[in-house]
């Protein structure tokens, strides 16, 4: 398989399938593409209708776009991995959280970016980002208590990959958490399939400036 992704610093819709291939040890040949340049969206648009990344090609050529859609397709086709939990009631769950992740909280994702080298502590906390925040806070939060953790439900799975670029956006935007929540991230930072996603995006030299002055 081939995984087209953006930057490894920007793009947290890209990290997502990312950490999930390189957590379950799923092999897949990785395609990066240096966003806002000359020639990014057409070399996108060669394999991902929506013009966006990521997009996920398979050993049949097929594509599979859109970050919660892949992490859909990766969970039907390796059934071995317990991406999504057995329990039928926490799947429910963990599927729940994940749509909310994805088709929500636009005011943190506009006021507080993905930008993993970059230390913004303090800025962007407006009103409404805040209350992003505190949802998210309670949803983790709760996810553990009734759970158990170490991660929202229990083991690392799809729930904790589609957090995984809130984790990255905390740490450098440095909201209050509750301790739980604080925690939580603290050991998804440390996983280590977010970890190796942290360290090749410290490593790029590649820079959207748009992404890089808080107003």
């Not at 398979?58 to 969970?75: H, K, R």
């Not at 006021?111 to 303090?122: C, V, Y």
């Not at 409404?128 to 799975?157: K, M, N, Q, T």
Request: glycine content about 6%; aromatic content about 10%.
């Amino acid at each position: 398989m081939k995984l087209l992704i953006g930057d490894k610093n920007y793009s947290s819709w890209s990290m997502r399938p990312w950490v999930l291939l390189k957590h379950f040890g799923i092999p897949f040949d990785e395609v990066c593409i240096e966003l806002f340049e000359a020639g990014a969206r057409a070399a996108i648009l060669e394999h991902s209708p929506s013009g966006r990344v990521p997009c996920l090609v398979g050993d049949d050529g097929l594509s599979v776009w859109d970050s919660l859609a892949i992490a859909e397709t990766l969970a039907e086709r390796f059934p071995q991995h317990a991406m999504w939990p057995r329990d039928a009631a926490q799947r429910a769950e963990a599927r729940s959280i994940s749509a909310e992740m994805h088709s929500g909280f636009g005011d943190l994702r506009s006021n507080m970016w993905m930008n993993i080298r970059a230390s913004f502590a303090g800025k962007g906390a407006t009103p409404s980002a805040l209350a992003d925040i505190a949802r998210v806070d309670a949803i983790w939060s709760s996810c553990i208590e009734r759970h158990g953790g170490p991660f929202l439900f229990g083991e690392f799975g799809i729930a904790d990959a589609m957090y995984a670029p809130v984790v990255m956006r905390f740490n450098t935007w440095q909201p209050a958490l509750s301790d739980t929540a604080a925690a939580y991230a603290r050991r998804v930072t440390q996983q280590p399939a977010v970890r190796a996603w942290i360290e090749d995006a410290q490593r790029e030299t590649h820079v959207i400036p748009v992404y890089e002055i808080p107003e």
